[in-house]
């Protein structure tokens, strides 16, 4: 029983550190983006039309891509590559050599 226990509490051990991961990304996205976007507005002397080049987003967009696929990995949104999936699998792979194991016997 002890043992199943342990590996509920490294499971859920886990899970928060992953969470955690996450929102300390997010946090850390929001922070230097903003720094980075209020540079591009001082920068463009306050000019609309300068700020809103492509090219000042670029960061912003090619990072935001890299924290959604965190996002999705981390919340399971994911299907093909989720947690459920890593447990049938492992699950999978265990009944296999459990199969392996009773051909023998």
């Keep these: 029983m002890k043992n199943t226990n342990d590996a509920k509490y490294q499971r859920a051990q886990k899970r928060v550190k992953e969470i955690k991961s996450f929102y300390i990304h997010l946090g850390v996205y929001v922070?230097?983006?903003?720094?980075?976007l209020a540079?591009?507005?001082?920068?463009?002397?306050f000019d609309q039309m300068r700020f809103w080049d492509w090219t000042n987003f670029s960061t912003l967009f090619f990072w935001g891509i890299g924290l959604a696929f965190h996002g999705i990995r981390v919340f399971g949104i994911f299907p093909i590559f989720g947690s459920n999936w890593e447990e049938r699998k492992i699950q999978e792979y265990m009944d296999r050599d459990r199969a392996e194991k009773d051909k023998y016997l």
């Design 39 to 45: 540079n591009f507005f001082i920068q463009s002397g």
């Design 31 to 36: 922070i230097i983006n903003a720094f980075i």
